[in-house]
C-alpha cells in the first residue's frame, strides 16, 4: 500500500456531510489565462510562489507540458514583462543592477496535480475562491500533468522546491 502525494481538503457542510474544498483541475487555453497563466507563443506560463513563506515576487515559474529550456525561459521573461512590468528575469523589479546573478537555473520536465479552490459544487466564498495550488506527483498520479519547471534566478535555491532529478525526484533535465 502507498500513501497518496496529494489530499483534497474537505470541509463539513451545515447538513453534516463532508464535501470537497478543492478539485483536480486541468489548466486548458479556455482557462489558464483566466486563472493567472500569460499565454506566450503558444506556452502558458505561470510564476508559483514558495509555500512555506510568502513573497513579493515568485520564486520560480511553471509552463504546461514538457517545454524546450530555452522557450521556458522566453516564457518567464514575458511573465515578468506582464505580470510586473519588468523585462530582466535575472533580478526582481528594484534589486540591485550590481548584484551579479552568473546563469539561469537549468528548468525541468515533470508532473503536478493542480487542486482549485473551491470545488464547484460547494462554494465557501473565502479569499481563495477561484485559485489553485500545484502539488509535484509522479506521471502515474491520478490527475497528472505534463508540466516545465525552473527557479527564478534570483529566488534562493531552496525557495521554489522544484523537483531536482539529481536528488531522485520523478523529473528530468530540460532540453
Given at each position: 500500500?502507498?500513501?497518496?502525494?496529494?489530499?483534497?481538503?474537505?470541509?463539513?457542510?451545515?447538513?453534516?456531510?463532508?464535501?470537497?474544498?478543492?478539485?483536480?483541475?486541468t489548466p486548458?487555453?479556455?482557462?489558464?489565462?483566466?486563472?493567472?497563466?500569460?499565454?506566450?507563443?503558444?506556452l502558458?506560463?505561470?510564476?508559483?510562489?514558495?509555500?512555506?513563506d510568502?513573497h513579493?515576487?515568485?520564486?520560480?515559474?511553471?509552463?504546461?507540458?514538457?517545454?524546450?529550456?530555452?522557450?521556458?525561459?522566453e516564457?518567464?521573461?514575458?511573465?515578468?514583462?506582464?505580470?510586473?512590468?519588468?523585462?530582466?528575469?535575472?533580478?526582481?523589479?528594484?534589486?540591485?543592477?550590481?548584484?551579479?546573478?552568473?546563469?539561469?537555473?537549468?528548468?525541468?520536465?515533470?508532473?503536478?496535480?493542480?487542486?482549485?479552490?473551491?470545488h464547484?459544487?460547494?462554494?465557501?466564498?473565502?479569499?481563495?475562491?477561484?485559485?489553485?495550488?500545484?502539488?509535484?506527483?509522479?506521471?502515474?498520479?491520478?490527475?497528472?500533468v505534463?508540466?516545465?519547471?525552473?527557479?527564478?534566478?534570483?529566488?534562493?535555491?531552496?525557495?521554489?522546491?522544484?523537483?531536482?532529478?539529481?536528488?531522485?525526484?520523478?523529473?528530468?533535465?530540460?532540453?
Amino acid at each position: 500500500m502507498t500513501s497518496a502525494l496529494y489530499e483534497i481538503e474537505t470541509i463539513e457542510g451545515d447538513d453534516g456531510t463532508m464535501h470537497p474544498v478543492e478539485q483536480l483541475w486541468t489548466p486548458s487555453a479556455d482557462d489558464a489565462v483566466d486563472s493567472g497563466f500569460v499565454a506566450h507563443r503558444g506556452l502558458y506560463v505561470s510564476g508559483i510562489d514558495d509555500a512555506t513563506d510568502d513573497h513579493l515576487y515568485q520564486v520560480g515559474f511553471i509552463v504546461l507540458g514538457h517545454q524546450r529550456w530555452a522557450d521556458v525561459i522566453e516564457g518567464a521573461t514575458a511573465y515578468m514583462a506582464r505580470v510586473h512590468g519588468w523585462r530582466s528575469l535575472h533580478l526582481y523589479p528594484g534589486d540591485d543592477p550590481a548584484v551579479l546573478i552568473p546563469r539561469i537555473p537549468r528548468a525541468v520536465h515533470t508532473h503536478g496535480v493542480f487542486l482549485r479552490h473551491p470545488h464547484p459544487d460547494h462554494g465557501c466564498g473565502c479569499e481563495w475562491d477561484d485559485t489553485w495550488r500545484l502539488v509535484w506527483a509522479p506521471a502515474i498520479e491520478p490527475g497528472a500533468v505534463p508540466i516545465t519547471a525552473m527557479r527564478h534566478p534570483a529566488a534562493p535555491v531552496s525557495a521554489a522546491g522544484l523537483p531536482d532529478p539529481d536528488e531522485g525526484a520523478p523529473a528530468t533535465w530540460a532540453a
